[in-house]
């Protein structure tokens, strides 16, 4: 088993102590809120780890190069360290938290295979025949675990990083990421709505600032350099980091926004053409739109975000994006992007083994499920 693996295993066994925890702590108020800590732990069995992976090999490449220069360098690194496997388990409940409130906001009705949180709030409420409306029951109670999810990743980091050498500094990535997916993830939502009174010509500059601020540096770049503080991490390796961490982030969520529009939902959990009924103006949509005959492009703008397309109308939208050119462009720039990171990588000072692995991890969330 790859020390990836093994990693994500006791990340998995951290998370469900953790909650465990929480819930007995909770009974103690009111065995009614066993609600809660089931949905949260439901949750969180799914996901690949994506963000705890690059916070361990943020860590990982720092300590392995140190110990490769002082020539005491042996296998790899034991990921078994407490501090990092804490602070990647309280990513991974901010990463629940910011999908919980994600799927409200954008009325979702699966995640990770299974219904989204809010679904799932919905069904327990028509199950257990209480009185009232389900839907507006279950967002409430979605958005309050929500927020308590976020309220225990930043306890979570808080009283790990407390005890850490470099834990003010890691802190301090921890709290930049959090503000700045907050923000990006408001300015997804504000272009959702405002992009018709906007400058046709910054449309695209739009699209690329919501995908840097609401994924591509909360899911690749922030998480690597919160590993690498932890370690004592050199400026220039952080730097290193940086122009390797961002541009896979932004194709990362490039490769996302392909999958939201073209994915197997076996593969991706969410429906075929989610993004479409979302109304998500992303790069792709905005290259779409650019290329497109004037007639077609404003039947675009017509149905997109209709969230009762059904799948002729997919097909037709998903026909017009493949007809524009727009994925080939993409998939491009995808490509363009892990080149630049790669660059990045191998100028800093890291171990071999970790430039191997973080090799892997480039093509593995930019080349999923094409």
Sequence with gaps: MSSTNRFSKRVNAALAEFIRQRSTASAEISPALGILSEE???LLRGGKRVRAGFVYWGWQSVVAAREEADHTAGSEIDPGFPGIVSVAAAIELFHAAALVHDDIIDDSDTRRGRPSTHRAFEQLHRES?????AGRWSRSAAILLGDLLLNWADDLVLTTTRELEHGDAAHD??????????LGQFLDVLEEVAWIRQDPA????HAQTVAIHKSAKYSV???LLLGATIAGASEEQLRALSGYGLPIGVAFQMRDDLLGVFGDPSVTG???GDDLREGKRTVLVEIARRKLPANVRVL???LLGDDSLDDRQISMLQDAIRSSGAVERVEHMI????????ESLHEGEFSRSSVLELERLASSVTDRAR
Aim: hydrophobic content about 40%; glycine content about 6%.
């Design 221 to 223: 770049m922030e998480p």
């Design 270 to 272: 969410k429906p075929a």
């Design 40 to 42: 949260a732990h439901a």
């Design 300 to 302: 675009l703008d017509e």
């Design 129 to 133: 025949e209480w009185v009232g409306d």
């Design 173 to 182: 990535v921890y709290r930049r990421m959090r503000e700045e997916v907050t």
């Design 202 to 205: 910054e449309l695209l500059q």
């Design 335 to 342: 490509e363009r992007a892990v080149g630049q990171a790669l």
